[in-house]
């Protein structure tokens, strides 16, 4: 019964209905549609705001629950800032209210009457949290001082997208203060590789690390880093951003330390972030026609156990199902769904396709006669029978083959879509066709704003990775001694 | 090394140098100062706000682990609904509405633009899930609807206390909708139930659970359940509230099903939730002159190994010191610091106190000769020797002890406290005194109005499990059936 409840509150009559655009016909419709018939997510009474329904919320948890543990492990803490930022703190730092001034939420009125200072709600905490950093940091012993918080932060979005842009959204801020810059940079490439390995551990998303072009760095930082993923249009995905703030932050907020001379010092910042965006990612990375694709060791579900057989055969086939459920759930550790339904085996199918469970097991009388499953994989549509005393086995070796699987064929379509231009009308054409382009750049944000003009992309990332080589601009023909990454982004 | 760092950051010398208020001399100067003195919390720019420092914030996500997990065990699912919430769907519950209107924050301007209509900040989340559940139901067999939050929440504070009463404040709301009023008032009651067994099995709070006075039921409400708890000094702190809201909010909402009979009806709802402000009846609860004390079920440290002795010795000492505190967190599981700072004993010993970690261990080389350790209780101060082979046992013993022990002497408390009024002079010397006052009362909210205006105490608790008893009311001498519960309260 508890089953049955659970099934019919996410995945509605309405969706199952409704059948998912191909991509290939519209891929922004199949997007939302891939979204809609998993129940993960939906807009909310306010414009650019999203629910966070129970089936998307979990795969947020389980985010937080793998990187929480991985930012603790190395050091960080967790604490909590307000939401409400005077007006006053957010502008001090020039570059960083120039970047964030249009699109923040200001509270004008509040308890009844108009406030004397307008309050703006976080967009980020950089501002409110050094305001703080200062008070609390006195000499180099104070120092690393490792922050982070989960918290949900409002920018005000124009062009909004259930998880990849929405006005309010919900992320990790991490702000680090260091004695010097050499520590800072080294925790700002730490956390960029924690991302990294992040994404393609859990999501199953190959990526590349790189620095950001000035034109695309963080408002306020000194360097910003970013992991970047390609979804399956070709187009590129900020997946996450760490910044080395340098000490534009700690002068204006007066961080400072007594080093280990006795002198005073402005602290060495850096701050790093990812939100539910992500999501917005994995969707993109794996999903097919038939709905989301969900990577095994990011799944709340693992497995679904779906009973099959006529109406005289269904108390003895519910009864084995949940049986094996049970047996099947203490054996793996993992958490496998039992759905026993009076509907029709194809549709209650099609309900966890289009959940993205990885894996579904098929039981009827027949299965049942010959103490055997049917094993279906999310990812490929494989079927095979297989002995229950061999199940529990089969099933971890198929997720782990399965999370295998769908990271090789992004890390394919990844390296099948990034290619060489070496002149301004290849250039052209393969963005078009919807690459990541590896091209000579003059390495100027008037070149950078020309070629966005022109092709609507911009420089994605300088990679870490890449050799120098002696080269001509695509645009400008002045001199370059590397390639960088082009691509349109979301 | 890292243990250093950590201790100054949290524990800053600013504070060691300040003694806390005594509870006697001053208890509101007391409450603030353990706050202060232990590093959980400080006031943030924004008047109202605070921020929760990492050794505060550990022990919400320590309350978070351990309600979520029981939460999920019965059933609930956790989403996330908008921070913002258009003006009109407030407006719409009239009781709500005049509850709420007065505490809200207004965003009136966003992306550089005044907004057409202004959003308010939710001071909670009834009326913005509501107008979304009533899509997402359909029939009986979308019931019950088990929804949870973690999320913050804005009411503006004028008279704002740390963890107490904050402008923002971090809590849980759940919220469910039922097919009958029946299964919506066993749910209220059920999850008031949760919040008692973690009030007295980990906070080591001895609580009153019972129903809420008219006057102080929640705006929109049928009927309001709470969860008492009595602090030192003899006031009542509402530590978590569970509604049956009946139909009221349904109505206005449009949150209807068919029922088994094919007919249309509206949903029995309720809402339930409990905050950041349980930390400061934590703290209130077991503090003493000396700083905190935190019950070992929910301390992040459960204890912190403190080396000593002269100079000659430390290398040795630091070394056996670190080797018996990973020693004893694999055995227990638990979390065990080691503090091997170059400080004056005394000075190690009085920050550990002051941040209630519940037991100490001392190491020196006379206790490395003797292969034992010295322990010493944070609530006792009993100090005993323990032979190293059987620290962890005797220290899984003496957790056990502490936390019994805690809960006896708030339990002893509350019941010494608790005191029986017959007249109105007796009523109001014992209201002035600090007890509960177990008083008849004729049921009315204008006495209750009166008594509240005389002596500042109202109805904390309709206990579940009082008696009926005839008698008069203390204040108006009109007929009652049964004793309730006065206090002043925070």
Redesign the interface.
């Known amino acids: 019964m508890?089953e049955?409840?659970k099934v019919?509150?996410e995945g509605?009559?309405d969706y199952s209905e409704k059948a998912i655009t191909p991509r290939a016909t519209d891929y922004s419709a199949w997007y939302l549609d891939v979204i809609d018939a998993a129940g993960l997510a939906?807009h909310?009474?306010?414009k650019g705001?999203?629910?966070?329904?129970?089936y998307g919320?979990?795969i947020?948890?389980a985010i937080q629950k793998i990187l929480d543990k991985k930012f603790k492990e190395s050091?960080v803490?967790?604490?909590?800032?307000?939401?409400?930022?005077?007006e006053r703190?957010l502008k001090r730092e020039e570059d960083h209210v120039e970047g964030f001034?249009?699109?923040?939420?200001?509270?004008?009125?509040?308890?009844?009457k108009e406030l004397e200072e307008?309050?703006v709600?976080r967009p980020t905490s950089e501002t409110?949290m050094y305001?703080?950093f200062s008070k609390?940091i006195?000499s180099y012993?104070?120092?690393?001082?490792l922050?982070n918080q989960w918290?949900?932060v409002?920018r005000?979005e124009?062009r909004p997208r259930l998880f990849l842009r929405t006005?309010?959204f919900?992320w990790q801020e991490g702000h680090t203060v260091h004695a010097t810059d050499a520590d800072a940079d080294a925790r700002a490439r730490q956390m960029l590789e924690v991302y990294k390995w992040f994404a393609e551990e859990y999501l199953a998303m190959p990526v590349l690390v790189g620095q950001k072009s000035e034109s695309e760095k963080f408002a306020g930082a000194a360097k910003t880093y970013s992991v970047e993923a390609m979804m399956q249009d070709g187009k590129a995905l900020q997946f996450a951003t760490s910044h080395n703030l340098g000490q534009n932050f700690s002068k204006v907020f007066d961080v400072k330390f007594l080093n280990e001379k006795g002198e005073n010092e402005f602290g060495w910042q850096t701050s790093w972030g990812c939100s539910t965006r992500m999501i917005g990612g994995l969707i993109m990375t794996h999903s097919d026609d038939k709905g989301l694709i969900l990577p095994p060791r990011i799944a709340s579900i693992s497995a679904v156990i779906v009973s099959i057989g006529s109406e005289a055969d269904r108390a003895r086939v519910t009864e084995e199902a949940q049986t094996l459920g049970m047996k099947l759930t203490a054996e793996t550790g993992l958490n496998i769904k039992v759905d026993v339904r009076d509907k029709r085996p194809g549709d209650k199918f099609y309900e966890w396709e289009k959940k993205g469970v990885p894996v579904r097991l098929e039981l009827g009388p027949k299965d049942i006669a010959s103490d055997s499953v049917v094993m279906v994989r999310r990812d490929t549509g494989e079927k095979t029978t297989v002995a229950q005393d061999e199940l529990a086995e089969t099933l971890k070796s198929t997720l782990e083959a399965i999370q295998k699987n769908l990271f090789d064929i992004a890390l394919a379509r990844k390296n099948e879509r990034t290619k060489k231009a070496d002149n301004w009308e290849d250039f052209k054409k393969l963005i078009d066709e919807g690459n990541f382009v590896l091209a000579h750049w003059d390495g100027t944000p008037e070149t950078e704003a020309e070629i966005k003009a022109d092709t609507n992309a911009t420089v994605r990332s300088i990679p870490f990775d890449m050799e120098k080589e002696e080269g001509v601009c695509v645009k400008s023909g002045k001199p370059s001694k590397m390639r960088v990454i082009f691509a349109r982004s979301y």
């Open positions: 508890d049955e409840i019919n509150k509605s009559k939906e909310a009474p306010v705001c999203m629910i966070i329904k129970p919320y979990a947020w948890e050091g803490e967790n604490a909590y800032f307000p939401l409400l930022i005077p703190l001034a249009p699109e923040v939420a200001v509270v004008t009125h509040a308890g009844g307008p309050l709600i409110i305001e703080v609390w006195h012993r104070d120092l690393p001082l922050i918290a949900n409002v005000w124009m006005t309010e919900l």
